[in-house]
């Protein structure tokens, strides 16, 4: 996004960007649609993007101050939702960014939490005519810091209509606590199958994004499936089935791939000397001297590969 930035700083656009969300400041309505025509402009010769229409937005100063403060405001769906949120704030201080563990939790606390409220909070924003999936994101972020288990059916039996949550879901599923392992088996089988999916196969962020669960999670499993996949794989998906391995102890399946390290994309490389950790000793040692590299992140993780 750095050339785009220089671009609109060219043109003398007055702007903040997080991200992929650019704010840009104007002195008058007409100098605001100019301005749009030439981001647009901006982003298609820079990097062939386009605008999403639902996310561009005039506003009048008044407008803008009522929204931003709204952004930053609790605005609960539901009873459900505030009492949940109250819940997760006292047990985490109020700072957003910050996990809690199970065992922190009173028994009394973690049951007040149901399957049956967090699918009824969920449910209540995507039935909306209009989801607001700003505020529902914002959610899963919260029910992440617990890590609570109620969101996982719903989440996955609706992820058509949860498509603009996908990055949090996962991150959510990432964070869910004291479930079974054979729960969490029975979720691998089923990301298995949205890897299948229409809506899946036709985004390439929403595949790793499934992938990367399998190299986050050992109780997820199904190895042998990935690895069954490897040769037909995207480079992209082949790191994470890298990653997966070495989180499934497939360090045997690594090995089989050691002579492959050349023609490697740097992703993958680093992704399989990153493996190469859990090789017997020598074995990876004399693996690694093999090979120079230049880059200071290679360099230090070759060296902490061959001394874990």
């Not at 656009?13 to 649609?33: G, M, P, Q």
């Not at 109780?219 to 995207?234: E, P, W």
Request: net charge positive; aromatic share 12%.
């Amino acid at each position: 996004m750095i050339p785009i930035d220089n671009s609109m700083l060219s043109t003398g656009l007055a702007f903040l960007r997080y991200a992929d969300e650019i704010l840009v400041f104007c002195d008058s309505e007409k100098a605001s649609r100019q301005a749009l025509a030439s981001i647009a402009s901006i982003l298609d010769k820079q990097q062939r993007l386009t605008l999403q229409r639902h996310k561009t937005r005039f506003f009048k100063p008044a407008e803008f101050r009522r929204f931003c403060r709204q952004m930053i405001e609790d605005r609960p769906i539901s009873r459900d939702e505030d009492e949940l949120l109250k819940l997760i704030r006292r047990y985490s201080g109020g700072n957003p960014y910050r996990t809690v563990s199970y065992n922190e939790i009173s028994p009394e606390d973690w049951k007040k939490i149901t399957e049956k409220i967090v699918r009824g909070i969920i449910r209540e924003y995507i039935d909306k005519a209009e989801v607001d999936y700003i505020r529902l994101r914002w959610f899963y972020r919260r029910l992440s810091q617990i890590g609570h288990p109620g969101a996982i059916d719903v989440s996955l039996e609706e992820l058509e209509k949860l498509g603009p949550c996908f990055a949090n879901i996962c991150s959510y599923l990432a964070s869910v606590q004291a479930i079974a392992a054979d729960r969490w088996k029975g979720i691998g089988s089923r990301l298995l199958g949205l890897l299948e999916s229409d809506e899946v196969k036709s985004n390439e962020f929403f595949r790793l994004s499934i992938l990367s669960l399998f190299s986050r999670n050992a109780y997820i499993n199904h190895f042998s499936v990935l690895a069954s996949r490897f040769q037909a794989s995207d480079p992209y998906a082949r790191r994470e089935i890298f990653l997966a391995a070495k989180k499934n102890n497939g360090v045997d399946w690594l090995r089989e791939h050691k002579e492959n390290f050349y023609s490697m994309d740097p992703w993958q490389r680093m992704a399989f000397i990153f493996c190469c950790a859990d090789l017997p000793a020598d074995e990876k040692k004399y693996f690694i001297n093999r090979w120079t590299f230049d880059r200071p992140f290679d360099i230090v993780l070759a060296k902490w590969a061959r001394s874990t």
